[in-house]
């Protein structure tokens, strides 16, 4: 047990993090650890952590911050802390732990694993691709020199994931052959979509092709400039930007010569109201999911809403494997939140969102106030949609343009690597989880 009164932290911003403690707040003591862990003292964050773990009963994590606080130099306490502390989604904290036991043991692959794992949890692939690249002279093929090519893929290093993809040989172990052939469509999408796009770090639809194989139909006016490279924060949607997003749709089967003969609706209501939408602006049949049906467009407004309703999860498990012909389009994917499975088309990447029909806000004489949701019928909800002004919001004048020219062509350049293989994003496999620092 840790005890508050004869062992607390020394350090300011680990006494922060422990009064947060006091008042109950596990996720606010945690986070505040996130920016400093780095530079301060293994066993006092051990000591924070540990208390943590001990109030969410993480046994695992409370044990390992334990020995690491009895004995905080020590290399096997370091690397069994942040293997906890991956395990548990604490990768940040993972980092500096596993960095002090690469010093202490030079070349211990086992601890550049775990560390890389820990990097590619956190986004921080470009000092994945340096650590591994560190000892290229020692590591294995497989995993390491296919997790640099992820890195640097991840990166956007291209020219060095090509390099080092051309010296990966065929796996001994066929359980590496599916990331084998998902590494390959990878890079097979990066040389078709390069002729026609720029492929660099603000090209947001051209990695989102690369790495996930999905064709993301419009950018975000707001903030370009400021990071978000054609991302959505918080958005309250509205019928023409629905609108907007099925004409890319269309766009995009006609460029891609994808001829669907009917549109398929999904069981929750946000999906089905975009459903009848597209039925009307693709002149097709709407008809209920059926995860057999060949040549369908299958419509969702938002996936990882989806899993939230009754029997969304069991849809969602049976769009992973989609037959020829079967098209999956997703109007508003998250980008802060992995894909309960990756759509082939995409309209918009939000962080939050309000669907049009949804409870919404709106600025009233005293201030901001609800709105309530549409309870109207969902064939007239989607009729408003097919009848909406899909004219795109002028921004705030930062963000270069994105002309339906220039969607066809990225689309026709793309279009013989689109909807091939199992059209599922490129993963990591991570470190082997039996792992252990000997």
């Not at 004869?6 to 403690?21: D, G, T």
């Not at 975000?220 to 749709?249: E, H, I, K, N, V």
Request: with cysteine.
């Amino acid at each position: 047990m840790f005890s508050r009164r004869n062992r607390r932290p020394k350090s300011p911003e680990l006494v922060r993090a422990w009064e947060l403690l006091d008042a109950g707040d596990v996720p606010g003591a945690l986070r505040s650890l996130r920016a400093d862990a780095a530079g301060l003292p293994p066993g006092e964050v051990a000591l924070v952590v540990g208390r943590a773990a001990e109030t969410v009963g993480f046994e695992d994590l409370r044990q390992a911050a334990a020995a690491l606080a009895a004995r905080p130099g020590r290399a096997q306490e370091l690397f069994d802390f942040g293997y906890a502390c991956i395990e548990r989604g604490l990768s940040s904290l993972a980092i500096p732990a596993l960095s002090e036991v690469l010093r202490q043991k030079p070349g211990a692959l086992t601890v550049v694993r775990e560390l890389v794992a820990a990097y590619e949890r956190e986004g921080r692939h470009g000092e994945a691709v340096e650590i591994l690249a560190r000892h290229e002279s020692d590591f294995a093929d497989w995993p390491d020199r296919y997790l640099l090519v992820h890195n640097a893929i991840m990166a956007g290093d291209l020219v060095l994931a090509r390099r080092q993809h051309s010296l990966l040989p065929d796996p001994a172990d066929p359980q590496w052959l599916p990331a084998r052939a998902r590494q390959s469509r990878v890079l097979e999408r990066a040389s078709a979509a390069a002729p026609a796009t720029p492929l660099d770090l603000t090209d947001l639809r051209g990695w989102q092709y690369v790495i996930g194989g999905t064709v993301l139909g419009m950018l975000s006016p707001f903030g370009f400039d400021a990071g978000m490279t054609g991302r959505y924060a918080w958005l309250q949607d509205t019928p023409g930007q629905c609108l907007r997003g099925l004409l890319r749709l269309r766009t995009l089967l006609e460029a891609a010569e994808v001829r669907p003969r009917s549109v398929s609706l999904l069981p929750d209501r946000d999906s089905r109201v975009l459903g009848l939408a597209a039925a009307g602006v693709l002149g097709l049949p709407a008809e209920r999911f059926a995860p057999g049906r060949e040549d369908t467009v299958v419509i969702a407004y938002d996936l990882n809403g989806l899993t939230r309703t009754e029997h969304g999860a069991e849809v969602c498990g049976q769009l992973f494997d989609r037959v020829p012909g079967q098209v999956l389009h997703e109007h508003a994917a998250s980008w802060t939140d992995s894909p309960a499975v990756t759509a082939d088309s995409v309209a918009l990447l939000h962080q939050s969102i309000v669907a049009p029909w949804g409870e919404g806000l709106r600025q009233g004489a005293d201030g901001v106030e609800r709105t309530p949701a549409d309870s109207r019928p969902e064939d007239r909800i989607a009729d408003d949609i097919v009848h909406a002004d899909p004219s795109p919001d002028e921004g705030d004048g930062d963000t270069p343009t994105d002309p339906d020219e220039a969607f066809t062509g990225f689309v026709t350049a793309v279009r013989d690597t689109w909807l091939r293989g199992d059209r599922s994003a490129l993963i990591s496999s991570g470190p082997v989880p039996s792992s252990r620092f000997a």
